[in-house]
């Protein structure tokens, strides 16, 4: 069984946690959101300690990465395997720094749009990526494990 939290404010209540949807206008559009909080039983007091403001914050990133058109969190993840590379090679291929694609990934941060475009184009066309990683200096587990278009060429495009 849960331990339900005692209420900060009446100390009588106890805390159930909540999630509803909720909308957000960003840039004109209208988005319907996840929101997470907790309610006590005894005087009504709605909060969200800090689990449920991060999940909150995610929910907000996601649905304006998805007005602007960007990869959401879970297709940067999908695409970065795809690739066959962990997150602190990709930060070494495509930039944004050494966490910058845990946040990405977990929807913290908004990619910009140029990272967008980048990391689309890397997926699209291997020749692509298979420079970015060549001017990285990093071999990624696709051309260990020979996804198409990716072992036979990385070597072709260092000199290229």
């Known amino acids: 069984m849960k331990e339900q939290m005692e209420c900060p404010v009446c100390g009588e209540g106890h805390l159930t946690r909540r999630v509803q949807m909720s909308p957000i ?21 709605e909060q969200a300690d800090a689990k449920a403001l991060k999940q909150n914050k995610r929910a907000v990133i996601k649905a304006k990465k998805e007005v602007d058109g960007l990869l959401s969190g879970a297709e940067v993840l999908a695409i970065r395997k795809r690739l066959g590379i962990n997150q602190e090679q990709a930060s070494r291929i495509f930039g944004g720094g050494p966490t910058a694609f845990t946040k990405y990934e977990n929807d913290d941060v908004a990619q910009s749009e140029a990272m ?40 072709d495009n260092i000199n290229a």
């Open 25 to 45: 206008i960003y840039r004109g559009v209208t988005k319907q959101v996840e929101d997470h909080f907790s309610v006590c039983d005894a005087c009504g007091l």
């Open 116 to 155: 967008d475009k980048l990391i689309r184009v890397a997926d699209e066309f291997p020749v692509v990526f298979n420079k970015l990683c060549a001017c990285a200096d990093v071999v990624p587990a696709s051309a260990i494990n020979g996804r198409p278009g990716s072992a036979s060429s990385i070597a």
